[in-house]
């Protein structure tokens, strides 16, 4: 798995991560769930974001979830064991370089990874040997080219751009979402549906005001602050104005749009 991961490793991330996680559940996963029995591989699983969601919407499925990191692999079980939760086994592997028996999940999970890889197309294809035929994969990636607010601003724009513009850099995709279709078509995936996922955000939904447009969306951008202006992508000034834009929507008259994409595909 590719280690270039442009919003950092720190405290502040994984909770960030974890405040996008809890409020997008009902969004995200209100139709995520496997049969009693199954075998589920979690790719990617990071800090447990997605791994505690998983475990208690298929408790009598049996998750493997694994990450590159090792400290990743501690806070997520250390997540897990929070939430009461027995059914999951970790393990700290390599996409690229998994030591894994071929057609021995029914399922695959993968939430927020392909963004990050310079090679999306082969992780496809090296899951699609591990599934079982007939099983699935679910894939789950955003898209900031979605992303629009009011009131708008050409500052906050240029400041999401920073973003995209250095997760390419490192090799990845801010804007996979929209991908997800061809990329599991062209991996030999049949019958694969994509549904978008928009969170819509106003005064009148105090949770996603405070969990997703500050928590989750504004504070990746404001992380990438010091590393968009050392890059030379924008002044200071212009990046500050458009932080503050960005939480300008989140008052009484603000509104903020942004747009996830869920793509299912089966194994023939």
């Known amino acids: 798995m590719d280690k270039a991961y442009v ?16 409020t997008l559940v009902e969004l995200l996963h209100s139709d995520t769930s496997y049969p009693a029995g199954s075998r589920i591989l979690e790719v990617g699983c990071g800090v447990g974001a997605q791994t505690v969601t998983l475990a208690r919407k298929s408790p009598n499925a049996s998750l493997l979830s694994i990450d590159i990191f ?10 897990l064991e929070t939430s009461g939760l ?6 700290c592997a390599d996409i690229f370089n998994l030591d894994l028996e071929t057609e021995s999940f029914d399922h695959v999970f993968v939430c927020h990874v392909l963004e990050h890889l310079s090679q999306p197309e082969n992780a496809l294809a090296i899951l ?3 599934i079982k035929v007939g099983g699935t994969i679910t894939v789950i990636e955003g898209d900031h ?58 005064s009148s939904k105090p949770g996603l005001v405070e969990g ?12 990438v602050r010091e590393s968009s202006i050392a890059a030379g992508l924008i002044g200071e ?17 603000g509104v903020f749009c942004y747009t996830f994409f869920k793509a299912i595909g089966t194994k023939r």
């Not at 027995?86 to 393990?91: G, T």
């Not at 997703?212 to 992380?223: R, S």
């Not at 500050?240 to 939480?247: P, T």
């Open 7 to 22: 919003h950092g490793y720190d405290l502040r991330e994984n909770r960030r991560l974890q405040d996008q996680a809890n």
């Open 145 to 202: 080219g979605s992303t629009y607010f009011y009131p708008d601003s050409e500052a906050a724009q240029k400041a999401i751009q920073c973003q995209v513009e250095l997760q390419k850099r490192a090799g990845g995709n801010a804007n996979i979402g929209r991908e997800l279709y061809p990329l599991l078509k062209a991996a030999g995936f049949s019958s694969v549906t994509v549904s978008p996922r928009m969170v819509y955000v106003d």
């Open 237 to 253: 000034k212009t990046f500050d104005e458009g932080i503050r834009a960005l939480y300008r929507t989140t008052e009484q008259d």
């Open 70 to 79: 090792e400290e990743s692999i501690t806070e997520a079980r250390g997540a």
């Open 212 to 223: 997703f447009t500050k928590n989750t969306f504004t504070a990746m951008i404001e992380g």
């Open 128 to 130: 699609q040997s591990l």
């Open 86 to 91: 027995n059914n999951v086994q970790f393990l």
